[in-house]
C-alpha cells in the first residue's frame, strides 16, 4: 500500500495513459482498426439495407421489422460485444503492465529516457484471467437486467397496471445496478492483479478494498469523465454538421468517434486501477509474494 491522494490518482492516471499511447502506438492502432471493423461489420450485418440505399433513413425502419430479424440483430450484437471485449481486455492489460512497469522504475531515472515496453504475449494467463473477469462483469449487469425484467413480466401477469409495474420495475433495475456496481467496485483491484499474473482472489480484493467503495467510485469516475465530455461534444458536433440524407457518412462517423472514446476509456480506466492497486492492495500483494 502507499499513500496517494486522489488528486495524485488522476493525475498519475491521465500521465501514464497518454505515455502509454505515446510509447505503444501500434497496439492503439491495431486495437482502434479492430473495435471499427468489429463495429462497422455488425452495424452492416443488423442493417444491411441501409448498405444497400446508401443510408437512407427509411431503410432503418424496413429493415427492423420481424421478430426473427431481432432475434439475429441480438446475435450480432452479442458476438460484436464478445469480440470487442477480448480486444479492449488485451489492450488494457497492455496498458495496465507499462503502467507498473513506469511505478517501478526508479524516481531517479531521467524523464527523456524511454520507458522498457514489458515483455507481453498475446494470450497469457494474465490476459486469460482478466478476460475472464471482464466477461463476468457484463454477465452481473446482463443477469441483473434479466432479473428486473422476469419481475416485470411477473408483476404484468399478477394483474397490475403498466404504471405501476413498470416504476417498480424501474426502481428495482436502479437497486440492482447499484448492488452490481457496488460489487464491481470491491473487486475492482482484481483487475490489475491478474493482468500483472497474479491469481483470482476474490476474498483478497474484498477485505482490500473494505472502506474505499467511495474512493474507488470517485477516482474511477472522474479519471474517464474527461474523455466522456469530449467524445459527447465531438458526437453532438458529427449530428449537426449531419444532413438528413447522409445516415451513412454520419454513422461512420460516430462509429470512429466511439471506438477513439472507447480506446481512451479503457486505456484510462487501466492506468487508474493501476494507482489504485498501488493504494490499497496489500493482501492481494502479499499473496502474490
Same mark, same amino acid.
Given at each position: 500500500?502507499?499513500?496517494?491522494?486522489?488528486?495524485?490518482?488522476?493525475?498519475?492516471?491521465?500521465?501514464?495513459?497518454?505515455?502509454?499511447?505515446?510509447?505503444? +502506438?501500434?497496439?492503439?492502432?491495431?486495437?482502434?482498426?479492430?473495435?471499427? &471493423?468489429?463495429?462497422?461489420?455488425?452495424?452492416?450485418?443488423?442493417?444491411?439495407?441501409?448498405a444497400a440505399s446508401g443510408g437512407s433513413l427509411t431503410a432503418m425502419t424496413s429493415s427492423s421489422a420481424g421478430h426473427a430479424?431481432?432475434?439475429?440483430?441480438?446475435?450480432?450484437?452479442?458476438?460484436?460485444?464478445?469480440?470487442?471485449?477480448?480486444?479492449?481486455?488485451?489492450?488494457?492489460?497492455?496498458?495496465?503492465?507499462?503502467?507498473?512497469?513506469?511505478?517501478?522504475?526508479?524516481?531517479?531515472?531521467?524523464?527523456? $529516457?524511454? +520507458?522498457?515496453?514489458?515483455?507481453?504475449?498475446?494470450?497469457?494467463?494474465?490476459?486469460?484471467?482478466?478476460?475472464?473477469?471482464?466477461?463476468?462483469?457484463?454477465?452481473?449487469?446482463?443477469?441483473?437486467?434479466?432479473?428486473?425484467?422476469?419481475?416485470?413480466?411477473?408483476?404484468?401477469?399478477?394483474?397490475?397496471?403498466?404504471?405501476?409495474?413498470?416504476?417498480?420495475?424501474?426502481?428495482?433495475?436502479?437497486?440492482?445496478?447499484?448492488?452490481?456496481?457496488?460489487?464491481?467496485?470491491?473487486?475492482?483491484?482484481?483487475?490489475?492483479?491478474? &493482468?500483472?499474473?497474479?491469481?483470482?482472489?476474490?476474498?483478497?480484493?474484498?477485505?482490500?478494498?473494505?472502506?474505499?467503495?467511495?474512493?474507488?467510485?470517485?477516482?474511477?469516475?472522474?479519471?474517464?469523465?474527461?474523455?466522456?465530455?469530449?467524445?459527447?461534444?465531438?458526437?453532438?458536433?458529427?449530428?449537426?454538421?449531419?444532413?438528413?440524407? $447522409?445516415?451513412? $457518412?454520419?454513422?461512420?462517423?460516430?462509429?470512429?468517434?466511439?471506438?477513439?472514446?472507447?480506446?481512451?476509456?479503457?486505456?484510462?480506466?487501466?492506468?487508474?486501477?493501476?494507482?489504485?492497486?498501488?493504494?490499497?492492495?496489500?493482501?492481494?500483494?502479499?499473496?502474490?509474494?
Open positions: 500500500m502507499e499513500d496517494i491522494t486522489l488528486r495524485q490518482c488522476l493525475k498519475g492516471a491521465w500521465r501514464d495513459a497518454a505515455s502509454a499511447v505515446r510509447h505503444m +502506438p501500434i497496439v492503439f492502432l491495431v486495437a482502434f482498426v479492430a473495435v471499427l &471493423a468489429t463495429a462497422t461489420t455488425g452495424y452492416k450485418a443488423q442493417f444491411p439495407g441501409i430479424a431481432g432475434f439475429t440483430r441480438g446475435l450480432i450484437s452479442l458476438g460484436v460485444t464478445f469480440v470487442q471485449t477480448l480486444i479492449l481486455a488485451v489492450l488494457a492489460v497492455f496498458v495496465v503492465r507499462f503502467a507498473m512497469k513506469l511505478s517501478a522504475e526508479p524516481v531517479a531515472a531521467p524523464a527523456s $529516457s524511454a +520507458p522498457v515496453l514489458p515483455a507481453t504475449r498475446l494470450w497469457d494467463a494474465g490476459i486469460r484471467r482478466y478476460f475472464l473477469l471482464c466477461i463476468a462483469l457484463i454477465a452481473g449487469y446482463v443477469g441483473a437486467m434479466l432479473a428486473v425484467a422476469i419481475v416485470w413480466i411477473g408483476l404484468r401477469l399478477a394483474g397490475l397496471s403498466s404504471g405501476t409495474s413498470m416504476a417498480a420495475a424501474a426502481t428495482l433495475a436502479v437497486l440492482v445496478v447499484c448492488g452490481v456496481s457496488y460489487v464491481s467496485a470491491r473487486l475492482s483491484l482484481l483487475f490489475p492483479h491478474t &493482468a500483472a499474473g497474479g491469481r483470482i482472489q476474490w476474498r483478497a480484493a474484498w477485505e482490500d478494498t473494505r472502506g474505499h467503495f467511495w474512493f474507488i467510485t470517485t477516482a474511477a469516475v472522474l479519471a474517464i469523465l474527461p474523455i466522456v465530455g469530449i467524445a459527447t461534444v465531438l458526437t453532438v458536433i458529427a449530428e449537426m454538421l449531419a444532413t438528413t440524407g $447522409s445516415a451513412g $457518412s454520419l454513422t461512420m462517423g460516430l462509429m470512429i468517434v466511439q471506438s477513439v472514446g472507447t480506446l481512451l476509456y479503457t486505456a484510462t480506466g487501466a492506468t487508474c486501477s493501476v494507482w489504485l492497486y498501488r493504494k490499497f492492495a496489500a493482501i492481494l500483494t502479499a499473496e502474490a509474494k
